[in-house]
Nanobody
Framework: QVQLTESGGGLVQAGDSLRVSCVAS????????MGWFRQAPGNAREFVAA????????LYADSVKGRFTISRDNAKNTVYLQMNNLKPEDTADYYC????????????????WGQGTQVTVSS
């Protein structure tokens, strides 16, 4: 069973930066793409970003492109989401997830999910 644990959420002001992290428990972390998703109250969960198993390729939602950066450290079994120039519409619970298949980068499917970390951006 894979466990994913997010951290780093908080309350910030518009224009601020924040980095959220996700640590994975499994020893196969370096063979799976990882993703970040978010869900705002009353909205469906949406894709934010994904990174390939070695970190050489990334995907982003149009709404965060140029502001958010996904990265990973396979030695630490950790994936990060650096969020710059945050906007009130970025307010959501942020979840990391592991891709269902090894050595595949895409926007889905993902089969293991963390519990989420809350990010609130005030105006």
């Amino acid at each position: 069973q894979v466990q994913l644990t997010e951290s780093g959420g908080g309350l910030v002001q518009a224009g601020d930066s924040l980095r959220v992290s996700c640590v994975a428990s499994d020893h196969t972390f370096s063979t799976y793409s990882m993703g970040w998703f978010r869900q705002a109250p009353g909205n469906a969960r949406e894709f934010v970003a994904a990174i390939s198993w070695q970190g050489s390729n990334t995907l982003y939602a149009d709404s965060v492109k140029g502001r958010f950066t996904i990265s990973r450290d396979n030695a630490k079994n950790t994936v990060y989401l650096q969020m710059n120039n945050l906007k009130p519409e970025d307010t959501a619970d942020y979840y990391c997830a592991r891709a269902r298949e090894q050595f595949v980068l895409s926007r889905g499917p993902f089969d293991y999910w963390g519990q989420g970390t809350q990010v609130t951006v005030s105006s």
